[in-house]
């Protein structure tokens, strides 16, 4: 399964100090049961808006993380929230089956 959000970041921040928490917050992440890959996109047009992807092995293990937040990355997610409005887009099922050209 996939977790989506939605990053904006505030006048007077930049995307690149957001991505430099969330590198340090993913990796701890990362190494949950289950977590399986996070991405970062930065929108064409606006630099202060970003996408962020989490890949989970199954939606349980991903409640099971958020369940028993580990402190460091509870520390990052604060020191971060003056800084960046997140919304959460939602969860979603790995597709059945996948078509790539090629």
């Not at 047009?45 to 028993?68: F, N, T, V, Y």
């Not at 580990?70 to 959460?88: G, L, P, S, T, W």
């Amino acid at each position: 399964m996939i977790f989506v959000f939605e990053v904006v970041i505030s006048p007077g921040y930049s995307a690149d100090a957001y991505a430099d928490a969330w590198v340090r917050a993913s990796k701890i992440i990362q190494s949950a049961p289950g977590a399986s890959g996070t991405r970062l996109h930065r929108k064409i047009g606006d630099e202060h808006r970003l996408l962020a992807i989490a890949s989970w092995d199954s939606k349980a293990q991903r409640d099971d993380m958020e369940a028993s937040p580990v402190d460091e990355v509870q520390r990052i997610i604060r020191e971060q929230a003056e800084f960046v409005e997140v919304r959460v887009i939602g969860e979603f099922e790995d597709p059945e089956w996948v078509v790539q050209p090629g």
